[in-house]
């Protein structure tokens, strides 16, 4: 359990509170987009979670796991659909089109299993 100092400020006792280490880490999109979620979504999860003091580590975790999932699946879907290097250099608009397709493909996958669950 944390133990809290409080310090006199006039006839009051202040409690001297600060961010842990993780809840000074910024948070990533994926982090952010889980955080609106539960806010909006699932009020009781989210208040429970600010509560016990893990929405910060649950935050984290997910915007860990996703990014994680994003390189893999985007190593994936680049050898399934052909998306090469050699494309990159003789047509950079159809690579840069394709990536932008197969990241929207991704980031779907991530949004339904890690963000909208």
């Known amino acids: 359990m944390m133990q809290l ?14 961010l842990t280490e993780q809840e000074q ?7 952010m987009m889980r955080r609106k979620y539960l806010e909006e979504n699932r009020s009781g999860l989210y208040t ?13 975790e997910i915007e860990s796991t996703a ?10 879907l680049k050898k399934q659909n052909g998306v090469t290097e050699d494309l990159k250099a003789t047509n950079q608009m159809a690579w ?9 493909q ?7 299993e890690l963000i909208f669950t």
């Not at 100092?5 to 600060?18: A, H, S, V």
């Not at 979670?49 to 580590?57: D, F, K, P, S």
Request: aromatic residues 6%; charged residues 25%; glycine residues 8%.
């Open 96 to 104: 840069v089109a394709r990536m932008n397709s197969l990241k929207n």
């Open 5 to 18: 100092n409080y310090k006199q400020n006039g006839d009051y006792l202040i409690p001297e509170m600060g």
């Open 106 to 112: 991704a980031e779907e996958m991530i949004f339904s």
């Open 48 to 60: 429970r979670m600010i509560l016990n003091g893990t929405l910060m580590e649950h935050l984290q």
């Open 25 to 31: 880490k910024p948070l990533g999109k994926y982090g």
């Open 67 to 76: 990014q994680t999932r994003l390189e893999t699946i985007m190593e994936s």
